[in-house]
């Protein structure tokens, strides 16, 4: 086959450090999430939405047939961490955790977690972040240790 195809989706979770609640303001939030868009666009990863609320972060996106995980979520992390410390004084200390979670979505489920990443502000108001990465990780069966799950 002289062709390489690929058809990758990944649902990619991150926290900000600590949990810290920099994103309280939705502006922000939203320009933070396109920001984010655009990384995942010029890793050749495009982003079919981005979600979260003010302590983290839910980007479903199409993986590059030539793009590792670990390096889409270090770009993204690194280059969206200097861009927000630009946005505010009072986000000079804006960083994300340094862990994530990344999971395989199969295209059969994409329009559910759509519409799951687009309501986020609505889902955690009865949900905490930390009880959301528990029940997602179940979901896909990934065991974590809660010693290190939460910087």
């Known amino acids: 086959m002289g062709q390489s195809l690929?058809?990758?989706?990944?649902h990619i979770i991150f926290s900000t450090k600590d949990r810290h609640r920099f994103l309280i303001n939705d502006g922000l939030r939203e320009r933070t999430h396109a920001y984010l868009a655009g990384i995942c666009r010029n890793q050749d990863s495009p982003a079919l939405?981005?979600?979260?609320?003010?302590?983290?972060?839910?980007?479903?996106?199409?993986?590059g047939k030539q793009t590792a995980v670990a390096d889409l979520v270090r770009e993204a992390?690194?280059?969206s961490s200097k861009w927000v410390k630009t946005q505010h004084t009072d986000l000079s200390r804006f960083s994300w955790q340094d862990g994530y979670g990344a999971f395989s979505v199969s295209p059969g489920h994409m329009e559910e977690l759509r519409?799951?990443?687009?309501?986020?502000?609505?889902?955690?108001?009865?949900?905490?972040?930390?009880?959301?990465?528990?029940?997602v990780s179940a979901k896909y069966g990934v065991a974590i240790d809660e010693r290190y799950v939460w910087d």
């Open 115 to 135: 519409r799951y990443v687009a309501n986020q502000v609505e889902h955690h108001r009865t949900e905490s972040f930390q009880d959301e990465f528990r029940r």
């Open 6 to 10: 690929a058809q990758l989706y990944v």
């Open 49 to 63: 939405i981005i979600g979260g609320v003010e302590d983290h972060v839910h980007i479903l996106c199409r993986l």
């Open 77 to 79: 992390k690194r280059d």
